[in-house]
């Protein structure tokens, strides 16, 4: 069964930093392109980064470029995203998902930028 | 970018009566590769997203074949031959074809 669980959220002040996580299991992870998507409360999804699957390419929206870095270490079958110079607009939780086409999602973690 | 524009935003629906979602690309969705890349996702309320259709018309496996995806280009439809209570939620289009990839804006399925 393809499992996918985010991690890393939480409370952080705008101008401050945040890792997340995404452990993989019940496939090939190595094998699969992955993306991160973001959703703010009460809104709809946004699509923030997208890394290939040996971890040679990767795009990013543009709210996140030069801010967010997307990586991925296919020995420990886990995805990251790690966010500098956070807005109050990063706030939202925060999806990984598989494939090109986004065919697994996990359950999200939360991210709130406040002071 | 590619803007995705869905239609109504909102759909109230009798049990057991068709719906219909609509999506838009304001560029053509077909790849160097000849496909479509045009999916669409259910996001119940509390849940996670869970992907329906990708490639305009194919459907993932478990989704009950009520649901269908047609439309071509840069026109895409999104059918419920009759709504199931299980089918509220909010429905989003995205394309695949173009970077950065994009969202329509959703579609919030309720039962009248």
């Known amino acids: 069964e393809v499992q996918l669980v985010e991690s890393g959220g939480g409370l952080v002040q705008p101008g401050g930093s945040l890792r997340l996580s995404c452990a993989a299991s019940?496939?090939?992870?190595?094998?699969?392109?992955m993306h991160w998507v973001r959703q703010a409360p009460g809104k709809g999804l946004v699509w923030v980064s997208r890394?290939?699957?040996?971890?040679?390419?990767?795009n990013y929206a543009d709210s996140v470029k030069g801010r967010s870095t997307i990586s991925r270490d296919n020995a420990k079958n886990t995805l990251h995203l790690q966010m500098n110079s956070l807005r109050a607009e990063d706030t939202g939780v925060y999806y990984c998902?598989?494939?090109?086409?986004?065919?697994?999602w996990g359950q999200g973690t939360l991210v709130t930028v406040s002071s | 970018d590619v803007v995705m524009t869905q239609s109504p935003l909102s759909l109230p629906v009798t049990l057991g009566q068709p719906a219909s979602i609509s999506c838009r690309s304001s560029?053509?969705?077909?790849?160097?590769?000849?496909?479509?890349?045009l999916n669409w996702f259910q996001q119940r309320p509390g849940q996670s997203p869970r992907r329906l259709i990708y490639?305009?018309?194919n459907r993932d496996s478990g989704v009950p074949d009520r649901f269908s995806g047609s439309g071509s280009g840069t026109d895409f439809t999104l059918k419920i031959s009759r709504v199931e209570a299980e089918d509220v939620g909010v429905y989003y289009c995205?394309?695949?074809?173009?970077?950065?990839?994009?969202f329509g804006q959703g579609t919030k399925v309720e039962i009248k």
């Open positions: 019940g496939f090939t992870f190595s094998s699969y392109s």
């Open positions: 490639k305009v018309s």
């Open positions: 995205m394309q695949g074809t173009h970077w950065p990839r994009t």
């Open positions: 890394i290939k699957s040996d971890g040679s390419s990767t």
């Open positions: 560029q053509s969705l077909v790849d160097s590769d000849g496909n479509t890349y």
């Open positions: 998902a598989r494939s090109s086409n986004l065919d697994y």
